[in-house]
């Protein structure tokens, strides 16, 4: 599994330089290229070994991780690279030196690694070590770089992700004492109480529709390169814990499925309407991921078709969220805009990042890219369970609303009577990474195959 060793050579290095752009994500991209390679491929590295209730440290791959793997690959590479003229204009804003960069590289690459990692441990209380690495490092991510009153922000973010985490680890711990291990392989069951306290921590690291007060707050004020990862990567790594727990014992989503299922179509509907009522660009890409994220909620409640939607879902919203949160930082470094109603016929001053979203957004609404394929497994399984009729309509309206905000926000940001804005030059390590997600995320449309292949392998 040298695919997830090469990311480590970057967590050493990239802070020993200012320019730790081009080694992270180098080493990602040769880590995206080595997980797509073998997508299908099974493997197991032991690391450390301990008593029960324990059990064994392995890092293991399959086609879920890898798929998951590939996807925080991939946008790590791309957010490294768009990271190195972001930050540096945010050090300036802020009266830092490049020198600032050495700390931010080792944050970065810290909190990258530590979701790699976690997607590919064996062990629940493993992952939850990963799990809390990557909570900590972008708490001081934002904490050090945010904007706004940015320290109540990354606090608010750490007390609420890790009531989440508590929740969790509490849960694992009532696992390993039931199953006298935590390695995944050989855990049998999971007591109900331990799937209510998991599922309670994931839904509020989610977030679900009430527990959500803080991401609002966090997206919109982290560094917008911590954003990219946030939104796109971290929070749908709940819905990955949901799945692995799902899969080795899934009495509670079969015993509550329709409340489940109808709490994650309130949560994308609810979220939904609300980004049409929002001023600030991120703020309004933070409940759309609000939004989204109820799609997975629904989707871990449809049996295979649902895991299978669940999965692509997840990839197609990091592919999304990363373009448009990355377009909205530039638009920041270009005029220090955030407000949309102070926006308008950009695409006149701005092409590259108008055209940009509109791939970010078609990612979200499912349409030439592998949110496609997402939506039509998400819907395939809401005809399995409960058949062609209100229900799929109601999932119909929640997709509908998707594309409704996404093309609404387009036309409010880059069409239109424009304003008298300059026409700026967008250098290159913005506009490449943009494109690079947007052309991969038309290509897996077209060769899906791979990915059902591997899913296949896993739940056949």
Not at 151 to 166: D, E
Not at 169 to 191: A, D, W
Not at 308 to 334: D, N
Not at 414 to 436: C, E, F, M, N
Request: aromatic fraction near 16%; glycine fraction near 8%.
């Amino acid at each position: 599994m040298i695919e997830v060793a090469i990311p480590l050579v970057a967590l050493i290095i990239a802070p020993l330089i200012v320019r730790g752009h081009l080694i992270t994500s180098l080493a990602y991209v040769l880590s995206c290229i080595l997980i797509a390679l073998k997508l299908t491929s099974r493997g197991y590295i032991h690391l450390l070994s301990f008593p029960s209730p324990v059990g064994d440290f392995y890092l293991f791959s399959d086609g879920i991780s890898n798929i998951f793997g590939f996807t925080i690959a991939l946008i790590s590479s791309m957010v490294a690279l768009y990271s190195y003229p972001y930050m540096k204009h945010r050090f300036e804003e802020m009266g830092l030196g490049e020198g600032e960069f050495r700390k931010y590289w080792f944050l970065y690459n810290l909190y990258a690694y530590s979701m790699l990692l976690l997607v590919y441990s064996a062990n629940l209380l493993l992952l939850y070590v990963f799990l809390e690495i990557s909570l900590v490092s972008s708490f001081l991510l934002i904490y050090y770089y945010g904007y706004g009153n940015r320290r109540w922000v990354a606090l608010l973010y750490f007390v609420w992700t890790h009531v989440a985490g508590v929740l969790t680890l509490i849960g694992f711990i009532i696992v390993g004492l039931k199953n006298q291990t935590l390695l995944m392989p050989y855990i049998k069951v999971i007591p109900m109480v331990a799937w209510i306290l998991i599922f309670l921590g994931m839904v509020i690291k989610l977030p679900g529709l009430g527990f959500h007060i803080w991401l609002p707050y966090a997206h919109a004020e982290a560094p917008t390169p911590v954003s990219a990862l946030l939104s796109p990567l971290t929070v749908g790594l709940a819905g990955y814990i949901l799945l692995r727990i799902y899969e080795i014992d899934p009495s509670f989503v079969i015993k509550f499925r329709d409340q489940i299922f109808l709490y994650g179509f309130l949560t994308s509907f609810v979220a939904g309407l609300i980004v049409f009522k929002q001023r600030d660009f991120k703020r309004l890409l933070a409940y759309s991921t609000v939004s989204q994220m109820g799609y997975m909620l629904m989707a871990l409640c449809l049996g295979t078709y649902g895991m299978f939607g669940l999965v692509i879902q997840y990839v197609s919203h990091a592919f999304g969220k990363s373009i448009l949160f990355m377009s909205a930082g530039a638009l920041i470094m270009a005029y220090h805009l955030r407000d949309i109603e102070k926006m308008g016929g950009l695409h006149e001053q701005v092409p590259e990042i108008a055209n940009a979203s509109l791939l970010g957004f078609m990612n979200l609404s499912g349409i030439v890219t592998i949110g496609l394929l997402g939506e039509f497994f998400i819907l395939r399984g809401v005809v399995e369970f409960y058949g062609i009729g209100r229900v799929a309509m109601m999932v119909i309206v929640a997709f509908i609303i998707s594309g409704l905000y996404s093309f609404y926000t387009m036309k409010r940001i880059y069409y239109g009577k424009p304003k008298d804005y300059p026409s700026k030059r967008i250098a290159l390590s913005v506009k490449i990474p943009l494109y690079v997600i947007g052309l991969i995320s038309i290509i897996t449309l077209f060769t899906a195959k791979y990915i059902v292949d591997a899913l296949m392998e896993v739940f056949a």
